[in-house]
């Protein structure tokens, strides 16, 4: 995978204003179609308190463009939560210090977002032909645990796309390296890392962006509405394993046609909502950021934005969805790994 040109760099060809007005009519469409899908209004301000959400988005390993802030306050991926956070009753902290995760701090929040990469015990990542990560600070063993028991205790936890590239089962800093991890090919169960079993699947790899079809599972979950059976988008799709057996899938990744090793398997979940003990669990592989043409920016794009904020809606609480484990029958071949190679 080779890094993206930086988000400031894309834009210097047109002008910010440009930019903004086309980010202004993602924010807008995304929140129009938000309102209707997700069965949530937005609360009059000073009637009931907005929910308060950490997005973390410190990066151990690969630094995605949308969250690199190039020396702003706020990366791209910041900025549109920002925008869009009020109109869906949600109040975004934005973070990249690991060290801040006591179980004082997280108390402080409803539910977490997670945009991270690599081993988060790391403050980045520096052996041979690896990306360099962020240098924010790590997060240490016991902050861990403070948010696995946190999400236990009834937080909520949303992942977005390399959140499931992050605290990989037996990896450190050290053995994560760019050459081939084929210790990754593997279904652990309860041996994978707390923090998988927690999330509810690990990412192995991935091939080449391109085009590819996402089956609804679950039109009634909060933002699945109006998307019919399904959809084609182009991203950067992530090949996972070790399932969680109690997943309730929402969308399904078809790999007939789909180019490359890591798709060499059958359908799999590529968006799921799950029950840690109290904490309601939602992940979704999209969003990369950078999906070049066709469809641009997928942080852009108001389908990812209205089932990303449907996933925020019913993570912390404000809304309720029937999450019936359904992973065995609609991807019963969910736990059948992608031959070894790149």
Known sequence: MKPTPPFSRQIKDSSRREWLAQAGLATLGATLLARRA??????????VAPKRVLFFSKSSDFVHDVVNRHGQPLSMAERILSENGPAHGIAFTFSKDGSLFTPEYLAGFDAFCFYTSGDLFAASKKVPGGFPGDDN????????????????????????????DTFHTGETVATDTRQLRTWRFHNFGADADPYTRMLGAGFI??????????????PAFPGFGGLGAGFSRKDEWYSLNDFSRDLH????????????TPYQRPPYPATWARRHGQG???????????????????????????????????????????IT?????VTPGAWTLPPVGK
């Open 38 to 47: 997700l069965g949530v209004t937005a609360t009059p301000t000073g009637v």
């Open 137 to 164: 600070p790590p997060m240490t063993p016991a902050g861990k645990a403070a948010l696995l028991e946190a999400v236990k205790g009834g937080k909520g936890f949303v992942g977005t796309h390399s959140a499931a």
């Open 205 to 218: 790899l991935h091939g080449a962006q391109q085009v590819s079809t996402m089956r609804v599972i679950d």
């Open 249 to 260: 899938v929402l969308l399904v990744q078809e790999t007939a046609g789909m180019q490359g």
């Open 280 to 322: 309601r669990v939602f992940y979704t592989s999209m969003g990369h950021g950078d999906n070049a043409l066709p469809g641009g920016n997928s942080w852009l794009q108001p389908i990812f934005l209205q089932i990303l904020f449907g996933g925020l809606s019913w993570a912390t609480g404000q809304v309720d969805a029937d």
């Open 325 to 329: 484990p359904n992973i065995e029958q």
